[in-house]
């Protein structure tokens, strides 16, 4: 079981990597969770600068229109979730603004993002009404206005999957607008990627409870 020390290193980590990577050119706000208590460790990277020093933020003390407060709906809503990344990343935003849902394109963004990616909208410091089911029960890559929410059981999935969002809408949005039809994958292999990761969430929201980090899953 890691210590709050060990978090904060892992933040702040996760924060170096993103600046880094290929992330960088965009102004990423990322947390992490404290396990078992309403706690979460924040901090940014902009655009290339150096990331800001990672700081400890209690749910009771986020603001209505702080930066955070998506995220800290997120954690309510999702005993899952161990991470959270919201940026304005190029290529989500593009789709974002075409108010399009991505379908499963790929078996690696079924798997580890979900069969959909779904607009969701807040209402204050809250999830709206209409969206809380679709955050619920959804995969771990949204689009709320013109910024990608990506969530993760840990610090390295949610980057991953961020990373993997970006590529995944980049071929989206050029592919619909030569005018052709996109194809999703077929059933059988979004209901067996569903299925897998439904089975992580369930792990990771056991792990949580417990005080435990959630490692990531060994299977594709």
Excluded at 38 to 55: C, F, K, L, Y
Excluded at 128 to 150: D, Q
């Amino acid at each position: 079981m890691e210590s709050v020390a060990q978090l904060v290193q892992c933040a702040a980590g996760a924060l170096s990597r993103i600046a880094k990577g290929s992330l960088r050119r965009s102004t990423v706000h990322f947390s992490l969770r404290v396990p078992a208590c309403e706690t979460m460790i924040v901090g940014s990277a902009n655009q290339g600068r150096a990331p800001d020093a990672v700081t400890m933020l209690s749910f009771a003390h986020v603001e209505t229109s702080d930066s955070w407060a998506a995220h800290r709906a997120i954690y309510r809503l999702r005993p899952d979730v161990g991470a959270i990344v919201t940026a304005r990343l190029p290529w989500a935003s593009r789709l974002a603004r075409l108010a399009l849902q991505m379908p499963a394109l790929f078996d690696e963004q079924a798997r580890h993002l979900g069969t959909r990616v779904q607009l969701i909208t807040m209402s204050g410091a809250e999830i709206e009404a209409a969206s809380v089911s679709t955050v619920r029960h959804g995969g771990n890559a949204f689009l709320l206005g013109e910024y990608a929410v990506c969530l993760g059981v840990n610090h390295h999935r949610v980057i991953f999957n961020a990373e993997l969002l970006e590529k995944c809408t980049h071929a989206y949005v050029l592919a619909i607008l030569t005018g052709l039809q996109v194809r999703q994958i077929p059933y059988y292999a979004r209901a067996i990627a569903g299925r897998r990761l439904r089975a992580d969430q369930k792990r990771a929201a056991s792990d949580l409870a417990c005080g435990k980090v959630p490692s990531d899953s060994s299977s594709y």
